[in-house]
């Protein structure tokens, strides 16, 4: 089961990511982007929120819409994320994937390489 705190250290881990507070709750950037965030309320429901890569999305909501939603922010299309539903690692790729759709592939690419390597 993972937990906000392990969002927050998974996030945090990534190459160029930082926290910053937004109306109290807090957002994981890379500069100016945001990739992951957690209001208050949607962690009170156990959710955060991901902007996860666009055909990805559609497949989770398709297959797992207990644990993934929809979560429309201005024109961008986000996820909201049941933590409680993941384990960490499968929330680790996730945040990687959220990172990844806000920083340039030449320093994305190393990082997936890695977690390759890993395997």
């Not at 297959?63 to 539903?85: E, G, M, N």
């Not at 680790?92 to 320093?107: D, I, Q, T, Y």
Request: charged share 25%; glycine share 4%.
């Amino acid at each position: 089961m993972a937990t906000l705190d392990d969002l927050r250290r998974l996030a945090l881990d990534l190459p160029g990511a930082h926290e910053v507070t937004y109306k109290g709750d807090p957002w994981f950037n890379v500069g100016k982007k945001t990739f992951a965030l957690a209001p208050s309320d949607e962690v009170a429901a156990g959710r955060a929120i991901l902007k996860l890569d666009r055909a990805h999305q559609e497949l989770l909501f398709e297959i797992r819409p207990d644990t993934f939603q929809p979560c429309k922010v201005a024109t961008v299309h986000w996820s909201y994320v049941r933590l409680a539903d993941l384990e960490p690692a499968e929330l680790s790729v996730l945040v990687r994937e959220a990172w990844a759709a806000v920083v340039p592939k030449r320093v994305s690419a190393p990082v997936f390489a890695a977690a390759a390597d890993k395997r």
